[in-house]
């Protein structure tokens, strides 16, 4: 479940409208707060790469709590839908 901090932001980041908003790139330093929030509650240490594409968040080589790698996706709400061991 997200925290209050992490839904307070993926609010604000809502009624901000997005231009170009299935190109890829880099995330903002809002955006890539509430992805490391999220990563962390979900046991993540580490991660590489952060790119918004397609309508998704692509997070290369995230450090789990197995200690393997993974490559993660999340969706426009900052939610894991998606991992696969690296």
Known sequence: MPSFRTAML??????VPLTGAL????PTPEERQIIADVLREEGF??????????????VDNAI?????KHDLTLNADFVIVRGEPD
């Not at 993926?10 to 009624?15: E, G, N, V």
């Not at 991660?47 to 998704?56: Q, V, Y």
């Open 64 to 68: 789990g709590p197995d200690g393997r």
């Open 23 to 26: 190109a890829d790139r880099p």
């Open 45 to 58: 240490t580490g991660w590489g790469k952060i790119e918004f594409d397609d309508g998704e968040w692509e």
């Open 10 to 15: 993926t609010a604000a980041l809502a009624a």
